[in-house]
């Protein structure tokens, strides 16, 4: 299970931000790489900031694999969370906590 909280924001007023968790193996991502893996839960969307740089609390919580296809025992796994200008801005990401726990 992977719980990720922290803030989200755009610094234009107008436009928002979106922020997905995303897992796979092998080597994982580099900053600001194309994406890759699979997207997992719902997304963390902050649509439009009616104020420039104020910052929305998010939370992103999901449980990796599922009950037909689980997580392979002994297998490494990465986790990154992609973020994205909704319309346009520059996004942030305040404050992040990642906890993940193996169920």
Not at 7 to 14: A, W
């Amino acid at each position: 299970m992977v719980q990720i909280e922290g803030q989200i924001t755009n610094q234009t007023t107008g436009d928002g931000a979106l922020a997905t968790l995303y897992y796979g193996t092998g080597g994982a991502p580099s900053n600001q790489a194309a994406l890759i893996g699979t997207a997992k839960g719902k997304p963390a969307k902050l649509d439009a900031v009616p104020t420039g740089a104020k910052k929305w609390p998010f939370g992103i919580t999901t449980i990796l694999g599922t009950v037909g296809s689980p997580l392979t025992v002994g297998t490494a796994y990465w986790i990154d969370l992609a973020l994205a200008a909704v319309t346009g801005g520059t996004a942030n990401l305040y404050g992040l906590e990642v906890v993940v726990t193996e169920l």
